[in-house]
Each structure stands twice: as structure tokens, then as C-alpha cells.
């Protein structure tokens, strides 16, 4: 065995860019002979810093340069990158190699769900496979943290947890019990405990044997005992140096020591409290777990420095003190106060926070040679600062990269089985035939031509389910749609038949999930082509699928059609796909464990909001808290700590700018705890970026606010129309523009796609099947309940509207057989209906098509409607609208209908509401009294024709303006209300 040495411990402070400093050191140290740095080795955290050393190493040699080898063995995530510095091929007694992780993850699913049907608590695949994820992280953290998990069966929890969290233990200990026979089954050991061997042997070879080169560890930060060791053992090698970022080696004793972790008091068995949310508690705990002291610890002499901001960095290690030292704070000196370089924008929203911090990066380039980079742990506002950037054709790479499931290959996937899933729903299945690789290159056109008609005939009530649904749908059209429905139909079997058979395979209900994976990968394959798979999102999409194919029969053995979509998206939710290289040479976007040893002339931390950065801890399902610290597991809160240490490091730039958002997406967001005590401790001090600001508020400032007129349109005479339906009348009376743009402009509102069925859908159902009654039933009233139930029995009609519906239809439906009935026993005859007619008045054509017309007993003629809701007013009527029943009587009396004579005096509204204790009831606009201030039923057809006449000389047949929302008290449709800007100036019109 070696002898060992005096550790080598070194640290470099964050106003020194860790990276540039460390190359330049090594360089100085063993850059004299040519292959000095080359038969080093270099142990960093991570890839990403890897690549940060490699590009230090470029910068420091100014030309070529043979590197040390760079191995990342603290990586978070556990990946097997070490290669053969850590596994040598020749070692005679290897290591058994890991499970790979989504082996482990399909059968701890597997597991999870067997134990959950046991105790009668049955979980879906999906919410196994998620629960499992949440297992593997409990158990990974055993294993990194050397617990042996037969330590749970000796905990001493007397009554104090709840029955949740017993229950959640005893499910956890059983499956541990189950994963080591599983784990012999395979022949193979868990990833977490391979590292840890591997870095166990490697320590001891080392000192047995260590290595010709230096070895150098450096910007660790993990504290697992197995790196621990490894760490120390470095320390002492006769080459060999551990390297830390930003150590506190001055800070004061008292502070260091309340840090944790604590022994219990020999006499009450007590542990005080470690405090895991500050900077430096996983670097003091590093510290422990190695056997060394801070004080042993030396500044790296070397390159990498911008010493302005030592004094600043002495501020924030005040400000992020714990909080029973931050009474000092009153009495620090200004020097040690003072946040000299940092400024902070507070914005409104967080599009205007990405806005600011755009303008700041695109600000640097005007400076060349200069840098920035933007640092935050919130996605979304990565994501927006490179969609502001490139409005300047700026390309910023996000580092970090972006989870699968919003990428285009990912979210085709999860659109396929949720189509299937839902039996392609119009909603689903339009979202589906629409994604942007579907049919992607020069078919791409004529296939989203025949989507976009289906789009069109779709819209309303869903049709019946499946594909068979849509079918039915194409080929019974109503007599308005025929044509539409024709074009989508020469199109739909193009589609269908791409559709079909995932249709058959998720309608075959719980399978093994190979199954239903092989026929998601097909149908994509068919709808997509090769460009499903292409690009950085397609090739991990393709990895996963087969990966997952693979291992599915690891998993649960039957798997439920309807979990496939939440299953891939909490899958897909986890791997993260990184933009190839090439983004701009001077700009750069970090996640937080990607800008661990990365610098910039400008570094801006962004999303300082509590729950961003830092993050909410997550919850463990698995383990209560207290258990945990039973254990020695590292707190929840521990990360807050490691994002602390993140951003004191990110301060130490030349610059820093700090931003946040004082809202979310949907609420008042707090302030970041450490915004708050940098703020704090600076007070008045506290630079804000007002200029940064202000500059973003302008960029999209209009100046001065113009809102729009009330619209007014006055086409000429040849525009305006020679016809107009009845219905269309008091539309044109009382919101003129909306005739004008459904007339003129032949603008048409759509129905949203699966609509729930409204008022207006209820109206047509029970006209059809009062239009049909007729017709084929000669209103026969006992035919007439048949025909009802038929229509709600019809698959198209939503189950909660058949339950909420059908009782107070049905009543209302016995009304009006027993009222038809009771008209024919008196001598009333129903003449036609549902019948359209038109007459010549006042230079245009009028037409009206009625609901029904009855032959009275004394020979005149009845108009009646059918209202499902609420009949209109006679103040309506007195205020000349409403008249649809007197210009449908004058119509009549007119012979616009054929075989229809007679003088019409009847005017009834047969409303299907409730009045009294019954549904059903009959209302009239005239009276032959006059009462209620109603019209004398001989006026009526008089009194419409007057009105529809003076309508039709100011809008029709003369000059008058189409005015918005002339009389809106009798305007309450809002189809047109976005065309004519309505919010933008009604009620300053007046």
C-alpha cells in the first residue's frame, strides 16, 4: 500500500470562473513537459462539465493542447459514463452490470401493482409506472446513501404516523423484499450500487497503486459516502488534489458549525436540526463524510479571476446566513454590504420578464467579444427568451433541453393514443389527423385539405363513437350540409384506413402492452413516415418506444388501453432532448446543473420566484419525513441548499442580473426567499435595473391607446341584399352589422369541435323529431313519445344530457300530444309543416319557413313556433322586434305557401319550459282584449309588415349604415361581438 500523504485540498472562490481557473492551475502545474496533462485525469460532475473544461483548456493554451482525461462520476442522475477509468475491461472479478433503468422501472411497476391489487387498492399501468418512478428515486437514494434497507424493519415509530404513511411503509418494505430475488433473477445489480463499487475499488486500487499522472477532483459536489471516500482518497494520492467550488472557508466558526449535520446529545438523545437549505450544508457534509476540516483547505492559484467582485461575494455569503445569524446584518460593514455589479429586474408577467432578459443578452452583443448567459431552472422561461432572441435571428441553444413529451415526435405519440383511446372523439381526432408530421413533405396539403372540411362537419355534438361513428356521420347528412359533408367524405377513407387498425387493437380492452405499443408504432409509422423518427426528438422518441417495447413484458401484465397516453407522457415527461451543437458562440441558456462550473461576462439568474428557484421540494410518497431522518436520507429540502450554492456561484460574474415576475400564469407570484434577503441585506443599496425595465414596457408600448369606433359599414345599394329570411329580421333591426357581416360578408360562425349540446342543438332535436312526427306519423299522439325516445337513444346524445334532459323532455312531449289532441277534438286541424315559403315586399323577397300552421275552428289560420326556451316579451313586440309569428302569418295570408289560404289570428308560442308544476305551456304576442298591453290579434300581420318595411328602406333598399349593436337589449347573440371590436368601445359610444 502507498504511503499516504498530506491531503491536497483546494477550493476556488465564485468571483473566480471555476473552469478557466482550474485549466490555468493545471496547465501551470503540469503543462512543462508535453505529456504532463495528458497522463492526468480530471473527475468532474457532470457531462455538462466536462465539456466546460474542455472548452477552459482551449481558452488557457491559446493553440493546441494534449487534454487529461475528463471523467464525469458525480452526475445526479447516475449515468454510467465513467468507461474504462473506473471499469477496467481486464479487472478480474468485474462488477456485476446494472439493470438498465427502464427494466427496473417496468418491474418495480410491476411490483407496485401486484402489491396494490393485494391489499385491494388497485392502481392502473400508467399510475403504476409513475409510482415506480417515485420508488426508484426512494430506493436510489438508499442505496447512494449506503442505508441498508433492512433498517426500515427496525425503526422504532411508536404512534405518531399516520395510517397513511404505515401503509405507504409496509407497501415499500414488501416490494424491497421482492427486488433483491428480482435483481438475482437478472443477474445484475442496481445502477446506484454499480457506482458505488466502482468508486469503492477504484480508491482502493489507488491506494494500492496510484496512477502515474495527477489526478485531480474537481467541482464535486456530491456527498455520498462511496464519492466521499473516493474524494479523500484522492486528496492524499501523491499527485492528486480535490478541487471545490466557492468552499466558505471564511466563514465564521459559529455559522459553520449550526450548519449540520449534529450528533444527539449523549443525555436527551436530541439531534438539532441541520440546516439543509443553506449553501454550504453538502459541501460541510462533503467535508465530514471525507475526515478533513475547511481550514485545510487552500484558494487555487491560477487563472479564471475577476477579484472586483471578492467583496461582493463577502455580501452574499451575509445574505444567505442562516437565519439565526442574520441579526448581524445591522452591524456590517458597507464593503460587506454591498452588491456592487448585481441589478434586478422586476417585471409584471412573465412574458415581459423573458422580453427583458432578451433585450439584456441581445444588449451584450453589441460589445464584441463579450458574454452572457441566461441561468434558471424554469423551462417555459427558457424557452421564451430563445423565441424573443430569435425575432432577431438570434439562436440560443437551452442546454438543458426540453422534455419530450412537448416535442413534436412526442406529442404525435401521445395524440395517437388518446385518439384511440377516446374512440376518436372529433376533438382528439382532429388534433391527431392536424399535427405537423403527419403527412409531412408534398402530400402535406391535400392531406390537412381533407382535414380541415372533416374539421368543418365535425363541428357540434360529437357523431357516435369510433370510426364507424364518423362514418354514419359522412352518410346521412342534413339537406344544409350535403355538400360539405360530400367533400370530407370523398376524403375520410384515406384516413380511416390509416386508423383502422389501432382501432381494432384498443377496442380488444386490457392486453399486454407490447401489444398495444406495436400497433402505436405502426399507425405512426404510416401516418408519419420516417420523419416521426428523424431529429434529435425523433430519435429519442424511437429509443424509448423500443426500449419500452422490449422491456414491456418486465411490466404489468395486462394493461388497460386508456393508460397508454399518461404512461408515455410521464415517461417522455423524463427525458430530456438537447439541441445539437451550433446555437450563438456568445449567448447561452443553462439549466441549473448545466451552469455548475460554466461563466459569463454577464450571467442573469432568472425566475426568482419561491417555487422556481427554489423549487418546491418533492414530496416522497414512499417514506414519511420522519423516517427519513431515521435513516439519515438526505432532507426534501436539501435541493434548496444545492440551488443556494448554484446561484451564490452564478453572482460571482463579472456582472449578474437578477429577474422575476410578479405574477404567474394565473396569480400573484411571492418573491424567492434569497431575492428577498439579497434585498434585504443591500437595502437601499439595491440596484435596480429601471433603464432594463422601462426598455422592455416600451418595446411593445403602442404610444398613445386608439381603441376602435363602433363600426358603422355602409356598402352601396348593389352590395346590400334583395332577400332576407324572417328570422333574420330583428337581427338586422337591432344589431345591424352582425346582419352585414353574415349577409354581406357571408361570414358563418362555427360551432366549437365536440360541443356540448346547447340550447340551440336541443331546439333542432326536438323540431326534428316534431318535423318527423308530422310527416310520417300524421301526428298521431301516440306516435309521438316513440319518436322522442328514439332520438335520445341515438349514440350522438350525451349521456349527461340524456339524464339531465330526458325527464323534463318527455313530460313536455305528453303536453303537446295531449294539447294536438285536444285542438282536434275541438275541430283544430294541423295543415302543414315545417314548411318554407316567400313573398314579394317592398322591393326584396321575404322568407319564412314556419314550425306548424293549424286550420282553427273557424276557419283562420294559427302560426305556432316551439320554443325549448323562454318565448320573447310583448314589450318586445311592442318595440317592433320580436314579429317572426306575424311575418310568417303575413306570408300566409300572402299565399307564399302553397296549398296555405286564410286570414291568420292565431299567433301561439308552444314554449317546452317550466311554468307552474308542469313543463309545457302555450303564449301568444296578441290578445282580442288588448290585455296585458298585447295586440289585437287583426293588427298583427299589419303591425309587422310596417315595421319589417321600415327596416328594409333604411338597410335594404336605401343607404343607411350597418351600426354595431344598434339596440342591444335586443341583441343578445355575440356571434359577430370579436368581428366589430365590441369590447373595445361599447359603452363609450353613447
Not at 242 to 254: I, R, S
Not at 297 to 316: Q, S
Not at 334 to 354: K, S, V
Not at 906 to 923: C, H, N, P, Q, V
Request: hydrophobic share 45%.
Amino acid at each position: 500500500m502507498a504511503e499516504r500523504g498530506k491531503p491536497q485540498l483546494f477550493t476556488i472562490p465564485a468571483h473566480r470562473a471555476f473552469a478557466d481557473a482550474l485549466a490555468a492551475g493545471l496547465i501551470r502545474r503540469f503543462g512543462g513537459e508535453p505529456l504532463g496533462l495528458a497522463r492526468g485525469l480530471v473527475l468532474l460532475p457532470n457531462n455538462r462539465a466536462k465539456r466546460a473544461m474542455t472548452d477552459a483548456f482551449v481558452r488557457a493554451s491559446e493553440g493546441g493542447l494534449l487534454l487529461p482525461r475528463l471523467v464525469a462520476i458525480g452526475d445526479p442522475g447516475l449515468d454510467e459514463a465513467a468507461g474504462a477509468a473506473l471499469d477496467p475491461a481486464d479487472d478480474p472479478d468485474p462488477v456485476p452490470p446494472a439493470v438498465p433503468p427502464l427494466q427496473r422501472r417496468m418491474i418495480l411497476a410491476r411490483l407496485v401493482a401486484e402489491e396494490r391489487i393485494r391489499i385491494g387498492q388497485p392502481v392502473d399501468a400508467a399510475e403504476a409506472v409513475r409510482l415506480a418512478g417515485d420508488l426508484s428515486r426512494t430506493l436510489d437514494q438508499l442505496l447512494i446513501e449506503e442505508v441498508a434497507p433492512a433498517r426500515l424493519r427496525e425503526l422504532d415509530l411508536g404512534e405518531e404516523l399516520s395510517d397513511h404513511w404505515r401503509r405507504a411503509l409496509a407497501l415499500f418494505g414488501i416490494i424491497l423484499d421482492r427486488w433483491p430475488g428480482e435483481l438475482e433473477r437478472l443477474g445484475r445489480i442496481d445502477l446506484a450500487d454499480r457506482r458505488a463499487r466502482l468508486l469503492r475499488r477504484l480508491a482502493a486500487r489507488w491506494r494500492d497503486a496510484p496512477p502515474a499522472g495527477f489526478v485531480c477532483a474537481a467541482g464535486i459536489t456530491d456527498s455520498a459516502p462511496a464519492v466521499a471516500r473516493l474524494m479523500r482518497c484522492v486528496s492524499e494520492l501523491p499527485q492528486g488534489m480535490v478541487v471545490l467550488a466557492d468552499l466558505a472557508t471564511g466563514m465564521d466558526e459559529g455559522e459553520w458549525q449550526a450548519l449540520g449535520p449534529h450528533a444527539p446529545d449523549p443525555v436527551s438523545g436530541f439531534r438539532r436540526r441541520s440546516i439543509e437549505t443553506h449553501p454550504q450544508f453538502h459541501l460541510k457534509l462533503l467535508l465530514d463524510r471525507m475526515g478533513v476540516n475547511r481550514t485545510e483547505f487552500e484558494t487555487w492559484r491560477g487563472g479564471g479571476g475577476h477579484d472586483a467582485t471578492a467583496a461582493r461575494g463577502r455580501a452574499i455569503a451575509n445574505a444567505l446566513a442562516p437565519a439565526d445569524f442574520t441579526g448581524k446584518w445591522t452591524s456590517l460593514a458597507a464593503e460587506d454590504r454591498r452588491l456592487a455589479g448585481i441589478a434586478a429586474a422586476e417585471l409584471a408577467t412573465p412574458a415581459e420578464e423573458a422580453q427583458a432578459i432578451a433585450l439584456a443578452l441581445r444588449e451584450v452583443l453589441e460589445t464584441p467579444g463579450r458574454t452572457a448567459a441566461l441561468v434558471t431552472p424554469d423551462r417555459g422561461l427558457a424557452r421564451r427568451v430563445a423565441a424573443h432572441a430569435a425575432r432577431w435571428k438570434i439562436e440560443i441553444d437551452d442546454s438543458a433541453g426540453r422534455p419530450l413529451s412537448i416535442l413534436p415526435s412526442g406529442t404525435l405519440l401521445t395524440a395517437l393514443a388518446e385518439a384511440a383511446t377516446q374512440r376518436f372523439a372529433p376533438l382528439a381526432l382532429l388534433t391527431l389527423l392536424k399535427h405537423p408530421l403527419v403527412r409531412f413533405g408534398d402530400a402535406r396539403a391535400a392531406w390537412l385539405d381533407g382535414a380541415r372540411s372533416l374539421d368543418r362537419v365535425l363541428r357540434g355534438p360529437r357523431p357516435a363513437p369510433g370510426l364507424a361513428g364518423i362514418d354514419d356521420h359522412l352518410a346521412n347528412p342534413p339537406e344544409r350540409e350535403r355538400k360539405r359533408r360530400a367533400e370530407a367524405a370523398a376524403w375520410w377513407p384515406e384516413a380511416r384506413g390509416l386508423l383502422a387498425p389501432i382501432e381494432a387493437v384498443f377496442d380488444g380492452g386490457a392486453q399486454p402492452l407490447a401489444a398495444l405499443l406495436a400497433a402505436l408504432r405502426e399507425t405512426a409509422q404510416a401516418l408519419c413516415g420516417d420523419t416521426l423518427w428523424s431529429g434529435p426528438a425523433g430519435r429519442a422518441a424511437s429509443e424509448l418506444l423500443a426500449d419500452l417495447e422490449a422491456e414491456a413484458a418486465s411490466g404489468p401484465a395486462s394493461v388497460d388501453p386508456a393508460s397508454l397516453a399518461p404512461l408515455l407522457k410521464t415517461l417522455m415527461d423524463e427525458v430530456a432532448v438537447r439541441p445539437p451543437q451550433g446555437g450563438h458562440p456568445r449567448l447561452a441558456i443553462y439549466g441549473l446543473i448545466e451552469a455548475r462550473l460554466q461563466t459569463a461576462d454577464l450571467m442573469i439568474l432568472g425566475g426568482l420566484n419561491e417555487g422556481t428557484w427554489p423549487g418546491q421540494p418533492a414530496p416522497d410518497p414512499w417514506l414519511a419525513p420522519r423516517i427519513r431522518a431515521e435513516l439519515g436520507l438526505p432532507g426534501l429540502e436539501r435541493r434548496i441548499g444545492v440551488s443556494a450554492h448554484d446561484l451564490a456561484g452564478a453572482l460571482g460574474a463579472p456582472l449578474a442580473l437578477i429577474t422575476r415576475a410578479r405574477r404567474d400564469a394565473s396569480q400573484p407570484a411571492i418573491a424567492s426567499r434569497f431575492w428577498l434577503r439579497l434585498q434585504a441585506l443591500a437595502g437601499e443599496r439595491f440596484e435596480r435595473a429601471r433603464s432594463l425595465e422601462r426598455w422592455t414596457r416600451a418595446l411593445d408600448d403602442p404610444g398613445v391607446h386608439e381603441p376602435a369606433d363602433q363600426p358603422a359599414p355602409s356598402p352601396p345599394a348593389i352590395l346590400r341584399p334583395t332577400r332576407i329570411a324572417v328570422t333574420d329580421v330583428d337581427r338586422l333591426k337591432a344589431d345591424p352589422y352582425a346582419f352585414y357581416a353574415k349577409r354581406i360578408l357571408r361570414l358563418q360562425p362555427l360551432d366549437p369541435v365536440d360541443a356540448d349540446p346547447s340550447a340551440a342543438w336541443r331546439g333542432t332535436a326536438v323540431h326534428d323529431v316534431l318535423e318527423r312526427w308530422a310527416r310520417e306519423d300524421d301526428c298521431r299522439p301516440e306516435a309521438l313519445r316513440p319518436r322522442a325516445l328514439a332520438m335520445l337513444a341515438d349514440e350522438r346524445t350525451h349521456p349527461m344530457m340524456r339524464a339531465l334532459w330526458q325527464p323534463r323532455l318527455m313530460e313536455a312531449i305528453d303536453w303537446i300530444a295531449a294539447e294536438i289532441a285536444r285542438g282536434a277534438a275541438a275541430g283544430r286541424q294541423v295543415l302543414a309543416v315545417e314548411r318554407e315559403g316567400r313573398i314579394a315586399i317592398s322591393g326584396v323577397t321575404l322568407t319564412g319557413k314556419f314550425d306548424r300552421i293549424d286550420r282553427l275552428p273557424d276557419g283562420n289560420l294559427a302560426v305556432i313556433d316551439y320554443k325549448t326556451g323562454k318565448p320573447p316579451s310583448p314589450a318586445a313586440v311592442r318595440a317592433g322586434f320580436s314579429l317572426q309569428l306575424g311575418l310568417l302569418g303575413l306570408i300566409a295570408e300572402r299565399g307564399g305557401y302553397d296549398g296555405i289560404k286564410g286570414e291568420a289570428r292565431g299567433f301561439e308560442y308552444w314554449s317546452l319550459g317550466k311554468r307552474a308544476d308542469s313543463f309545457g305551456y302555450i303564449t301568444s304576442p296578441v290578445d282580442p282584449a288588448g290585455k296585458g298591453d298585447k295586440v289585437l290579434p287583426a293588427d298583427f300581420t299589419a303591425l309587422a309588415a310596417h315595421h319589417f318595411t321600415e327596416a328594409v328602406a333604411a338597410w335594404l333598399t336605401g343607404g343607411e349604415a350597418f351600426t354595431a349593436k344598434l339596440h342591444p337589449e335586443y341583441a343578445p347573440y355575440a356571434e359577430y361581438d370579436q368581428l366589430m371590436r365590441r369590447d373595445e368601445w361599447y359603452g363609450r359610444e353613447r
